[in-house]
């Protein structure tokens, strides 16, 4: 049986990150792409890509 890498794992997450982007009709940002390319890597979790991410990118409002 052939098993998969932790890697392979990873590419395929972020292929699928990226093709929900493209199906919304969405251009991930120069910030995305580094931080996916990190996670192929292993070298960040896409939990940290998206916290840095939303940090950058979202408005927080107080009510």
Known sequence: M????????RQK????????????KLQPS??????????VSG????ANVRQRVMRQHVTLRSV
């Open 2 to 9: 052939k098993t998969i890498s932790k890697q392979v794992m």
């Open 13 to 24: 997450a972020v292929s699928n990150v990226l093709a929900s982007l493209r199906i919304e």
């Open 30 to 39: 120069d910030e995305v792409v580094r931080g996916m390319n990190a996670c």
């Open 43 to 46: 070298k960040e979790t896409t």
